[in-house]
């Protein structure tokens, strides 16, 4: 897949790598913030594409859970005011913007961040993209519940090009 050339800021590019068909292992932790170590593995496939000329990307997701399929999505885009990308993740099952997450990449990075809620208690939730390549990339969720002294990673997904 060829890169679009669509005169933006280094930043406004990070997210170019996604671009494209991605088959995707999933691993989620069963119980989050409950000290599970138990986590449930299953397949899905992504396809990503850029939106508003480069300065944002959609994604398209399938979850093959083993209780049953579902779609989501993502929405990024990129703040030229503060050079920061925010992701808002969508779920099929329940269709709703969910809280954005907030942040940048560095040094090959992406790290992004919400104060959000889980089960009525307030969390900070973090997602980390990483290990970025042309035919490979990692996501990681995590929560804390002490404002990111400590970490749980409950969701893990390894994307591979198709």
Do not use: C
């Amino acid at each position: 897949m060829s890169t679009i050339n669509f005169n933006r800021p280094q930043g406004a590019a990070d997210f170019d790598f996604l671009w494209g068909d991605w088959r995707v292992f999933h691993r989620r932790l069963n119980k989050r913030l409950a000290g599970s170590d138990e986590w449930t593995e299953f397949p899905g496939t992504m396809a990503a594409r850029p939106i508003l000329a480069g300065f944002g990307n959609f994604d398209e997701n399938v979850l093959e859970l083993p209780e049953g399929t579902y779609e989501a999505s993502t929405l990024r885009f990129y703040d030229l005011k503060t050079s920061n990308w925010n992701l808002v993740w969508i779920d099929g099952r329940n269709p709703a913007l969910e809280v954005p997450v907030v942040g940048r990449f560095n040094e090959g990075v992406g790290t992004f961040f919400a104060k959000d809620d889980f089960e009525g208690r307030p969390i900070l939730v973090r997602f980390r993209w990483s290990d970025i390549e042309k035919n490979r990339a990692r996501w990681e969720q995590a929560f804390s519940e002490n404002d990111g002294v400590d970490w749980e990673i409950n969701w893990i997904m390894q994307f591979e090009r198709l």
